[in-house]
């Protein structure tokens, strides 16, 4: 029974390690840098984009608070947004925000699904934050885009 055991969550292990979920060679769409639309912040590079949700820029240029958002560390659009902004995954970027917290600093805000990320910049004066380019629409506008490796599927 005990080898059993030990076949079976040995090949359960197999199985997570060839699956494709969450792997690093999983595809992923374009993201969207977002805000809500009529905002104005041209010209933002990608490392403003780092420093702001490192919570390390605060005020946009005209002075108002900057409210960024983030999608759960588990979604796969949040850890390539992770990569390729701060080339860490969420997790390691938790001890970051340990750190942080002692300082008064708390992470930008997560929500659940990308359609709130966009309702909340939408509706939220000073927001940003990003979704997969194929579900922008007009109630947001894009400030940048970061490269992904699929296309839209519908």
């Known amino acids: 029974m005990a ?4 076949l079976l969550l040995g090949l359960s292990l197999l199985l997570l390690m060839v ?3 969450g792997r690093a060679g999983t595809p992923t769409p374009t993201i969207s840098i977002i805000v809500a639309t009529g905002a104005s912040h041209p010209g933002l590079k990608h490392e403003e984009i780092a420093l702001i949700f490192a919570r390390k820029r605060r005020f946009w240029d005209d002075g108002s608070r900057i409210q960024a958002v983030n999608l759960p560390a588990n979604n796969p659009l949040r850890r390539s947004f992770s990569q390729q902004i701060f080339s ?3 997790e390691e970027l938790e001890d970051y925000w340990r750190s942080m917290y002692f300082h008064g600093d708390l992470p930008p ?3 659940a699904s990308e359609e709130a990320v966009i309702r909340f910049v939408a509706t939220t004066p000073g927001a940003i934050g990003y979704v997969s380019h194929c579900v922008v629409d007009a109630r947001v506008s894009v400030l940048m ?4 490796s699929s296309t839209c599927t519908h």
């Open 109 to 111: 805000y997560v929500l």
């Open 145 to 148: 885009q970061l490269d992904g």
């Open 19 to 21: 699956s494709p979920c």
């Open 3 to 6: 080898t059993m055991r030990t």
């Open 88 to 90: 860490r995954t969420p």
